[in-house]
């Protein structure tokens, strides 16, 4: 039986059991492009259909190739389904154990290994590694799909992905450490190429893979690896680093997928989108409806490609070095229009072995260009001479826009050998455009000229700045906040939180071993509190506590001062909330600590860096006019709350609800009693005042952070939803003293921004935007006018409204930052990585006032905080704002003191410690 169409009768059948007699191939339009259609994901519902560029593809279906031996392909990955009948004809083998000096293994046979679990059950539970092995090496069947080396190579898996991945770390080492011990294992083992179609952030790109890529550079094996999916140019590991051949992703029509990054890092193209290969015989496959085979799309998918050429090209030239492998490889690939570097993968053009050399400007490292003082900077770009003797070049530079000048942009070189480098001497005309400064850079050799477009990015030393707003810690032994070792940096300091900006001060939170072994009945910790030009240390009790979870600024007597808030868990397992005056004093004497049974209700959560904790007025018999946590939360209907009444008693389902904390005073002791505000009398008054019919339910959508009016009113405000079978309702219900004190139903076509504050205006907006699609999002000006923001892009998802000011807004998307002024439209692009196997890494944001957000990517790449931000109308990432992290210094908050913003830095300073502010305004 034959099935070569995508949406059809046959593809669905076909998965009540599994595709053995089927042919595939003609869904290979990597392999052969005849115009195949693919589909592409356009909403939530639907898919359209895309027709291929006939001929666009890598140039390999009528290569044949005689056998002279194997050639090992190490995929790193997430295993393999070893009994796939596509694949089991082309695993690696070798007799005995995988590691002979392993006690224990008796092995008679290898044929894989989990670096992860430390033994030889490599089994795929995700499908991406038995999806990337497909498309290098699928048996040469007529049945299923082709692997682009299935005549020669042999699929040495090595795992070191799994579903129980700890964000970065599994069983406490970072993903690398096992990265690098497979991609030794492979060069112990034989390996003649590596495909890692995986991503890590800098932060954890250390020594041992480092070793491991120079390794397989020096040996001569070529490591190739996927670029990442989230239309990006910014840089990711380890298609950064100088050595590996990073690879991006192209659809059927030879244009760069939506979804695949690009730029200089990215050093060639391969078909990455309706990709059809291998996946475990086990798993649904819910793409294709086809068992044992799966469609996807990815930068992980166009590597392999390149991988399973390059297994074809070591077989027919063993003793090729890298340089002539890569020369070769860029050489004969086709020009693609948008690409910064080389193009398609083309490999009949490979396997002629025609390169007389090539000259390739080491763009990956083209991060970051240090700025001195006096304006100026030196760009350096190293040239690797790739395949053949070359000797003279001419370089040239040109900048776009006004921003720098390049004093020397033509260079002439004689080059002796491998290596060289270009220095090209700039200066800044504006410290207020762009510190994005695009370039494109041309060379002339040997009747070749070639050109290569991106960008650099120029950042100050703050060195001197930040010393003029700085507080030395004396006193405090600099062990206790912070971690200084080589590279590596810690901050022992964590944040009070302060949502509702109590007062100015910047406070943080550390604890003293040797105080906690002094004090018997009690754990200490320390406030550091200061305003910028002093500061104070107080000392907290807080119960014997197994771990504290946070310190809070809240204004719970009522009195309009901020106290404290400790979060804690006890030795004895019970949960602790202690109150303190801003001197460190018990704030009601006895009752100052208020217990909670652990009973999986975590009542405060913190997203985004803020609490979500509101506070509510009431009145205590013991306590008098008190402010308590207020809280959403998905749970219960607490006992207390519901009828009494067995027949009219609510339906106790967990939902999203609003809590709070009902204190209970028992002889000495407070006991914390969580009580809901939508109780029975709420739904019994909520259905008779808004006409519910039988069924009907009021839910919970959000709940709004309170204004100063809020808090000397006592009030809580929240917004609920009433779903109608043709159209919703939409509520915002104030609450006073427990009990309901106002509601006012909002239309939506009409929505009123009278008397709200930014704040809340931000907040209201930021739910409307979630009843629309997944790309677009609504909001409202000043001007009470309703705006739709649209991506223009279903893979592009708008995530959150940051700021409205007049006309404008500010908004975040997956993959932008996005200034939108009526139909003016201006986006930069955010540096963040969800797409590949394992874990997800992102810059970090800071919000701040007007159209700007302060992003710090160190985490990501590079060593940098910058800013983006609104100048002369346009919105750019400002020289002035772009700085490097020193390197005794960690990178703090963002606070706001009487004289302006500023962002923290904590750094060495001899034996101590030092707080530096940086100022933002």
């Not at 540096?831 to 590949?836: G, P, Y």
Request: glycine share 6%.
């Amino acid at each position: 039986m034959k099935c070569s169409f995508f949406f059809s009768l046959c593809s669905l059948v076909s998965t009540l059991s599994f595709a053995s007699d089927i042919d595939l191939r003609s869904m290979q339009w990597g392999i052969k492009n005849t115009g195949q259609v693919i589909y592409r994901q356009d909403d939530a519902l639907t898919q359209g259909p895309v027709e291929g560029k006939s001929g666009v593809d890598i140039a390999s279906s009528e290569i044949s190739i005689a056998k002279k031996k194997d050639i090992i392909v190490a995929v790193i990955d997430h295993g393999l389904d070893k009994e796939h009948p596509d694949l089991v004809q082309n695993l690696w083998k070798k007799e005995g154990p995988c590691f002979a000096d392993k006690e224990g293994d008796t092995s008679k046979e290898c044929s894989g290994w989990n670096f992860l679990d430390d033994n030889e059950n490599y089994v795929d539970t995700n499908g991406h590694g038995t999806h990337v092995s497909g498309i290098i090496a699928a048996s040469l069947n007529e049945l299923g799909i082709d692997g682009v080396a299935a005549s020669v190579a042999k699929i040495m898996p090595l795992k070191v992905l799994g579903d129980d991945l700890e964000g970065l770390t599994y069983n406490k080492k970072v993903l690398t450490y096992y990265v690098a011990k497979a991609m030794n294992f492979a060069l112990d083992n034989g390996a003649s190429v590596i495909n890692m179609s995986l991503g890590w952030p800098k932060v954890i790109h250390e020594r041992d893979i480092e070793l491991a890529l120079s390794r397989a550079y020096e040996m001569n094996v070529p490591v190739v690896v996927a670029s990442g999916n989230n239309n990006k140019s910014n840089p990711v590991y380890p298609c950064s680093h100088r050595t590996v051949i990073c690879v991006g992703a192209i659809d059927n029509q030879g244009l760069k997928g939506s979804f695949s990054n690009y730029g200089l890092k990215v050093d060639m193209y391969a078909p990455g989108e309706g990709i059809v290969s291998t996946y475990p015989t086990v798993m649904e496959s819910r793409s294709l409806r086809i068992g044992g085979y799966e469609r996807k799309n990815g930068s992980s998918q166009a590597a392999p490609f390149v991988a399973g050429a390059l297994a074809l090209y070591r077989h027919e030239y063993p003793q090729a070095s890298i340089g002539q492998i890569k020369a070769n490889l860029y050489d004969s690939s086709r020009p693609l229009d948008f690409s910064s570097k080389y193009g398609l993968l083309q490999i009949n053009k490979l396997l002629e072995n025609k390169s007389t050399g090539l000259i390739d400007p080491v763009l990956k490292n083209l991060t970051e260009v240090e700025l001195r003082d006096s304006g100026k900077f030196l760009l350096e770009i190293p040239l690797d001479v790739l395949g053949a003797n070359l000797s003279k070049v001419v370089a040239s530079i040109e900048t776009q826009g006004h921003v720098v000048d390049i004093e020397n942009s033509s260079i002439s070189l004689d080059l002796q050998n491998d290596k060289a480098m270009l220095s090209f001497k700039g200066e800044v005309l504006n410290d207020m455009g762009d510190s994005h400064i695009p370039f494109t850079l041309t060379l002339r050799y040997e009747n070749k000229t070639r050109e290569y477009r991106g960008e650099f990015v120029l950042i100050k030393d703050i060195e001197r700045e930040l010393r003029n707003k700085s507080l030395i810690l004396k006193n405090i032994p600099r062990d206790l906040v912070s971690y200084f070792s080589g590279d590596r940096k810690l901050s022992r300091l964590k944040r009070v939180f302060d949502k509702a900006r109590l007062d100015s001060d910047e406070e943080y939170f550390y604890f003293d071993p040797k105080r906690i072994k002094e004090v018997v009945d009690a754990t200490p910790l320390n406030i550091l509190s200061t305003d910028g030009s002093s500061f104070r240390v107080i000392e907290l009790h807080v119960p014997k506590a197994q771990s504290v979870f946070g310190v809070f600024k809240v204004d719970i007597n009522g009195d309009g001062k901020a106290d404290y808030m400790t979060y804690s868990l006890g030795k004895d397992e019970g949960l602790y909330f202690k109150f303190f005056a801003k001197d460190g004093s018990p704030l009601f004497g006895k009752y100052s600590t208020w217990s909670l049974e652990n009973n999986g209700f975590d009542p405060i959560s913190v997203k985004d860096r803020i609490e979500q904790l509101e506070m509510m007025r009431i009145s205590h018999p013991v306590l008098g006019q008190i402010n308590v946590p207020s809280f959403a939360k998905a749970w219960f209907i607490p006992s207390a709350d519901n009828s009494q009444d067995f027949f009219s008693e609510l339906p106790n389902n967990k939902k999203e609800r609003l809590y709070y904390f009902n204190p209970i005073v028992k002889g000495d002791s407070v006991e914390i009693e969580i009580r809901t505000l939508e109780n029975f009398d709420f739904v019994t008054q909520m259905s008779e005042r808004l006409n519910l019919d039988i069924g009907d339910e009021i839910n919970l959508i959000h709940v709004y952070s309170q204004t100063a009016e809020d808090k000397v009113n006592g009030h809580l405000k929240a917004l609920y939803i009433v779903e109608g079978f043709l159209e919703d309702q939409v509520y915002k219900i104030s609450f006073k003293n427990k009990t309901v004190a106002s509601v006012q139903r909002l239309d939506l076509k009409d929505f009123s921004l009278q008397n709200n504050t930014v704040e809340t205006f931000e907040e209201e907006v930021a739910y409307f935007s979630s009843l629309l699609s997944r790309n677009t999002m609504r909001y409202f000006n000043e001007n009470n006018e309703a705006k739709i923001f649209d991506s223009k892009d279903w893979s592009d998802p708008a995530f959150r409204l940051y700021n409205v000011l007049g006309e404008k807004a500010l908004v975040e998307s997956r993959y932008y930052m996005w200034l939108v002024e009526g139909d003016h439209m201006q986006k930069l692009p955010l540096d963040r990585e969800s797409s590949f196997p394992g874990p997800s890494f992102t810059e970090t944001f800071d919000k701040l006032s007007g159209m700007s957000v302060l992003i710090n990517s160190s985490l990501v790449v590079g060593n940098r905080i910058y800013m983006m931000k609104e100048v002369d109308g346009e919105f750019i990432r400002p020289i002035r704002y772009s700085v490097s992290i020193p390197s005794n210094c960690i990178v703090m908050d963002v606070h706001e003191f009487a004289d302006g913003m500023y962002k923290s830095f904590m750094c060495q300073s001899g034996s101590n410690v030092a707080l530096r502010w940086l100022k933002l305004d």
